[in-house]
């Protein structure tokens, strides 16, 4: 009788192959999902071409010849023009990978093209992942190194099979035989075919792969192959949010409108991490014609020459305490400039950046806009309502030599008069200072208006600020931080307005500030270097309702975030911690501790072998008396009644047990057609004739029929070593 | 009786198809396989439908069978004028009685061979069909047993096809095997040969076994145990048939019905009491080869049940056996 294993067939194993080469370009194309390159045709072409030939591979059949014969030039056409065009070499190469990729997914393929397929595919990931350090290429490289492999193995295979024979010419428009057999057939067949013993042994290959994978990964000194390659420098940009040096109206409340994660934050103790939170993006000085921007002078006198470092000095200095640490993960999309609180002691980061810092306005502007993930950390960072410029000395006098565009109003006589009323108004015949007239300002603001996104400014001649100033509409951050800033100027306060974040939520131990935290404030100047953060939008009403300082906790850090997304972030920021690099220490320590763990145990293994040992040698060195001896021999047989008792009898009642009460295959059933298998089926040695009746009654006779089990399968395990006495005659 | 075969009885059948066996052996010559699947055949109580060139030896195996159990064996050669009466009997008024009177057609036998049944009109193959499938014949709403053992050995031309009515697929489902005779070897041949024998009803066959006998026999085959697994890969037979994209449609239940009682019948064959997957395996061909038909239908029907069959090895073959 024969028992071997069924094979899957050479046409079933094309089938299979088929099936693999489209998951793989599946699992490549999605890429595009993740990576910023206007590819949404491919993706959606891609979307509906693979899966409609995976299923239906015979229709690959129906592609017309011309197609097939036109696809190469077409692509070659395609890319020059695509290069020339965009001049985005790296988009072109990925547009290019992925039209290759859909055309081999579509159509039958020879070893080759299999080959082929894979190398497309593991360039279209690859770049992907160095891009974008994604979360979603961890995911994605593991699923596609599986259908990789899998491809490779099969391709093997058919190659064996087919013994060198190729298929002869591949004809693309006839269907093939295994184009034509159904999936659900190919399916039961894999079942079949496929011994869990072979998933079991794969499934173990592959976790013992991914897990070698990560411990190399982790021990591994990190380089950056972005920086390395300079791959982001191909590609450019095309955030839809982000700041920058000239905001109008509603630019802030635009970012406002998208919820997506724009920074992380880890604070080394978040016990010290206050309840209001600024980060400051950019500041804008000059008001023109309704537009703040960051003025030209301002860029050009107030950050130093562009220069590349890993690390940038600040110049705050530390008070008391340990300084916080904190670690900024800065999602791309939001600007060239990094989110700081205030000033800082230092910021590091993970590869020597271009950057152009400004110690007197405590921003960063990095060389150009990140797109992939841009971590940093920065120790000693001031996060209080009150900034040190850190400028010049000479600057510090009352303001008299700060930048005009920081004291101009920027308005026509007409509207400037019209402010000086506004102001007169505010603060009385009195000269009040900075803070006292900001407070005042901001209580003034809140009684004449009120919060709202949509705010519409009056129509009318002059400056549009004024014009919201003299109505009644109500105003979003962006119009009070304006307002306020105008004022202020009008009183001869230097004034600037600052973008940036407000706030974030709190995710398990880090913080998530969203693109909807988007906020414009105010820095008023407080003369000798200081400068004082006014928020009229959030203080102003605070201060009318109940009179507190406006500087006062805010509870703005609003609550916990929680659900499912929360936890994926939290699964993304775990790959971000893997893959940032600030220096190696926290690397050797996660050596040194799987090192010291698995030392560890060993010793203590050994340790506790030993003391076993060492009880044995002690039990066994004392005085044998009859006691000791007869316990001795008591235990020896008792232990070896139970062996063989559980031998002759107790498995077998057991097993009857299990089949009176449990479900699937009886166990003597199961163990008479282990027997079966072992013992040679072609020999006709009387005693395997004889054994080899009864098990086939054991395994499948009627019960009642059955013979003693024990005494058969004592004998089926001699008669297994019959055969071989039988063939040494032969 | 019990619900399961005793050892004896398994002991006694197999002594009785062994006297069959070696009775048949005499006078059909180097058929071994088709010897065996007839008594496999005979013991499930189905019927045979003998596709194969004319003068191989049909008529001879059926008369062979016939005499060898001691019962009574007929012959209708089927043509386009044969009449369902012709067949099964007819009532005729008796003068003297005043009554009708029920004559008996040929198919009264205990074992009937229907020569080249493709031949007749559908209306008188249906009527031999109904015969085959209840044992009993009525004609004007009297009931007649045709009594036991009943087997029909219907034949069929393959290759002459000219005034033929072929048996549409849902009578083909009756007969339980489709068996081809095949060209003897050279040395069976001569065999034969030597022998001399110029026509079927020359031949002497010595009863080794009587109907009730046989009657018995088949009883015993309904009572082989089949163990859940081997059940299980029936079904699975039969399920690859239904998906098998080179097949229009899968076989039945009651096809699958018939494997289970062809391998209940050839366990019992080879002296078990219960059936083993190779009981299954090695009778699928001919159980299930004339209820399969191909997407892409061959011109010749020889042709055609030789790619079914080598589809049938394909998914037998594809399909683990349960150990």
Partial sequence: MEKKRPQLELDELRQLKWLLGGMLALSAITSLLYLEIEASVFLVLGAILVPTFLIRPDWSARIPALVHKLVFPGVVAFTTYDVYAHNEVLASLVRLDVLLLLYRACHYRRRRDDLQLIVLGLFLVVMAGVITVSLAFALQIIVFVGCALLLMFVVTLVDAQEGGNAEGPLALSVVPAWARRSHAVLLRRLRETCDWRVFALGGGLFVGFVVLSGVLFMAIPRFQLDSGFAFDRLLSKKSTTGFSDVMKFGDVTDIQQDDSVALRVEASNRAQVPAVLYWRLVILDEYRSGTFRMSAGLKRDFFRREETSMRIAGSERLSRGQPLSWTFYLEPGVGRYLPLAGGYRQIAFTEPQIFRASSALQLVMLGREPVAMKAYRVEGMNTGDRLADGMREDFRTDGADLPLTMTDVGVSENDRAVLKKIVAEIAGEADLPPEKFAHAAMLWLAKQHTYSLKSGLPPGQGDPLVRWLTSKEPGHCELFAGAFTLLARAAGHPTRVVAGFMGGTWNDDYLMVRNSDAHAWCEISLGRGQWLRIDPTNDGPRLLAGGQQATSAVPNLRTVERGWAARLDRLRLLWYRRIVNFDRTEQQQLIHTIKASAEGTGRRIREEAARIAEALRKWLSQPWDVARFGTVVGALLFGGGVILGWQRYGRFWWARWINRHGHGLDPIRREAGNWLRRIDQESSVREVLVVRDQLERLRYGRRETWPEPGPVFREAKKASRAPRVGSARG | ?323
């Fill in chain 2, 1 to 323: 009786m019990s619900d399961f075969v005793s050892g004896a009885a398994v002991a006694e059948a197999r002594q009785t198809i062994e006297r069959l066996r070696a009775s048949m052996r005499q006078t059909i010559k180097g058929k071994d396989d088709v010897i065996e699947q007839v008594l496999v055949c005979l013991m499930a109580g189905g019927h045979v439908l003998i596709e194969d060139l004319p003068g191989l030896g049909k008529t001879t195996l059926a008369y062979s069978l016939a005499r060898s159990m001691d019962c009574t064996f007929s012959r209708i050669q089927f043509t386009s004028d044969l009449l369902p009466s012709d067949v099964t009997g007819v009532a005729i008024y008796d003068e003297q009685r005043k009554e009708f009177i029920f004559k008996k057609g040929p198919v009264f036998a205990s074992v009937v061979l229907a020569d080249e049944i493709n031949r007749a009109t559908p209306k008188t193959q249906s009527a031999l069909l109904e015969v085959m499938d209840r044992a009993r014949v009525t004609i004007d709403g009297a009931t007649h047993d045709v009594g036991r053992p009943f087997m029909v050995f219907a034949t069929q031309n393959p290759v002459d096809y000219e005034g033929t009515f072929a048996l549409p697929e849902s009578q083909l489902d009756r007969f339980l095997m489709c068996l081809q005779m095949g060209y003897p070897q050279l040395q069976d041949e001569l065999e034969i040969l030597r022998s001399a024998q110029t026509a079927y009803d020359d031949i002497v066959v010595k009863p080794v076994a009587t109907g009730s006998d046989i009657q018995h026999l088949q009883n015993v085959a309904r009572q082989v145990f089949v163990e859940d697994t081997v059940l299980d890969y029936i079904l699975k037979i039969v399920a690859a048939t239904r998906t098998e994209v080179e097949f229009h449609a899968g076989v039945s239940v009651r096809g699958s019905l018939a494997l289970k009682h062809a391998a209940q019948a050839r366990a019992l064959v080879r002296g078990r009491d219960f059936v083993m997957p190779e009981d299954v395996s090695e009778i699928v061909a001919p159980v299930l080869v004339h209820r399969l038909g191909l997407v892409r239908a061959s011109a010749d029907a020889l042709e055609e049940r030789r790619t079914v069959a080598a589809i049938l090895k394909r998914i037998v073959g594809s399909i683990v056996a349960p150990v």
